[in-house]
């Protein structure tokens, strides 16, 4: 992704760079950004809460977290498959954990929770299709 990025950026006339970071220290100083987009990359971080205080270290007052993961089953009996599968799921999907309750880690890092959306991940296995779209908000002045 970061590969088409770049041709993307190459052939647009959008002044950007693409920086390369760990989620865990991003490049930028407090309060300085207005958006972070993060598209399944929750799922795969070591550990989501310190990504997510960065988040909320580097995002400005009324600054937006975008996000687009996959996510535990409401459903216990899909659930379920997702705690027995997680180790072999994350040593095939490079490190990735299909069974996170990534919406509650946003909810409790601080965040506020504007407008969440359930969908379902199409053509994958059914322990990596639960999705939610939404956005998360950090409170300001
Ligand atoms: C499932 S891929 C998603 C890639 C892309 N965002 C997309 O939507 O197709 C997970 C991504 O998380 C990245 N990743 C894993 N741990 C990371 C970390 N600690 N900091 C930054 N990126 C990380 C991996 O390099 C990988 O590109």
Not at 40 to 66: A, F, K, M, Y
Not at 77 to 93: E, S, V
Request: glycine share 4%.
């Amino acid at each position: 992704m970061r590969t088409r990025l770049a041709r993307r950026l190459r052939r647009s006339r959008r002044r950007a760079r693409v920086l390369d970071a760990s989620a865990e220290q991003l490049p930028f100083a407090d309060e300085t950004v207005d958006t972070v987009v993060s598209t399944l990359v929750l799922c795969t971080v070591d550990d989501p809460d310190p990504v997510l205080r960065e988040i909320g270290r580097v995002l400005r007052p009324r600054g937006q977290l975008l996000f687009l993961e996959h996510v535990r089953s409401d459903s216990p009996r899909l659930a379920y498959w997702q705690d027995r599968l997680a180790d072999p799921w994350r040593r095939f999907a490079e490190g990735c954990h299909c069974n996170r309750a990534t919406l509650e880690l946003i909810r409790a890092s601080g965040l506020e929770l504007e407008d969440v959306q359930d969908a379902s991940w199409r053509r994958m296995p059914p322990i990596v299709r639960p999705l939610i779209l939404g956005v998360a908000t950090k409170s300001g002045i």
